[in-house]
């Protein structure tokens, strides 16, 4: 259900559009800020590689716009959230100038390592809504992909590994072994077990979600947004999230852009797979 409820984020939008659009609170919208949004995740895939105009024209291999390197400058300056004042514009210059460089330019593929989504979604849990962040990766599988469940965040199950790192935490004696470990009725209690794992104890949520989710200790309800993390360009992280508004700069757009070192990935993962 999850799979299917990501998926249809990306599903495509009716081919023919009218002229104009007339919306909830009556006004209007043009069909040129229709073609010029970035509707689809797909699409902002193609345009990013210059293999699509804003007016939705796809560009292949052989034709002399694919990928050609100004109009992939000129659309990827389109893809980002102009309303966003915390990506100075030197810095944005600086990230198409290594994408579009002539000599190493660098493309995005749907099908490579390198991204994942973040879905947020709403669970129940005896009768109360929760927030739990699920994170999805695309695999290979038979002769196509698909999207899996990769990692999970949620700040209720954040508590119960928040180990006590004082001088006075709890700890089993080293000689327990000599009692038949008779000591452990008072040490592994339900608030403080933690306590006692090792240094490279790692908590993973993935596993209790989905015991949770067998058990039926939670149940599904609704995806209430998601956004999508690229690492596939070489030193650069960016985000990308959608924003239905007005007007030409709308839909899918990088909301995030960070210079990043190689070894710094995975601290970068770590932390966005911890927030809540």
Not at 42 to 60: H, L
Not at 126 to 153: A, D, H, M, R, T
Not at 159 to 184: A, G, I, R, V, W
Not at 201 to 216: G, K, Q, T, V, W
Request: with cysteine; charged share 25%; net charge negative.
């Amino acid at each position: 259900m999850i799979r299917i409820l990501l998926i249809n984020l990306l599903i495509c939008l009716p081919f023919m559009l009218p002229a104009q659009i007339v919306q909830g609170d009556g006004s209007t919208l043009d069909e040129s800020e229709l073609y010029a949004s970035t509707k689809q995740v797909n699409q902002f895939f193609r345009r990013f590689n210059g293999e699509e105009d804003q007016k939705g024209r796809r560009f292949y291999e052989g034709d002399k716009e694919f990928r050609e390197v100004s109009l992939r400058k000129n659309y990827i300056t389109l893809l980002f959230d102009r309303e966003n004042q915390n990506i100075p514009s030197e810095q944005k210059k600086s990230f198409i100038n290594d994408v579009t460089d002539k000599r190493n330019p660098q493309f995005l593929d749907f099908h490579e390592n390198g991204w994942f989504a973040e879905v947020n979604a709403v669970f129940s849990r005896n009768g109360q809504e929760e927030n739990i962040l699920l994170f999805f990766k695309i695999q290979e599988e038979g002769k196509g992909y698909e999207w899996v469940l990769e990692q999970v965040s949620s700040s209720h199950y954040q508590q119960f590994f928040e180990k006590d790192d004082s001088e006075e935490k709890p700890f089993l004696h080293p000689m327990s072994h000599e009692l038949d470990f008779m000591n452990l009725h008072k040490s592994l209690k339900q608030e403080n077990a933690v306590d006692f794992t090792g240094d490279d104890f790692n908590a993973d949520p993935l596993s209790i979600f989905l015991y949770e989710m067998a058990s039926n200790q939670i149940q599904f309800k609704t995806v209430t947004g998601s956004k999508f993390h690229f690492f596939q360009c070489e030193g650069w992280y960016f985000q990308i999230a959608e924003y239905n508004r007005k007007g030409y700069n709308s839909g899918w757009l990088i909301s995030d852009l960070t210079p990043i070192k190689k070894e710094d990935i995975p601290h970068l993962k770590a932390f966005i797979y911890e927030a809540k």
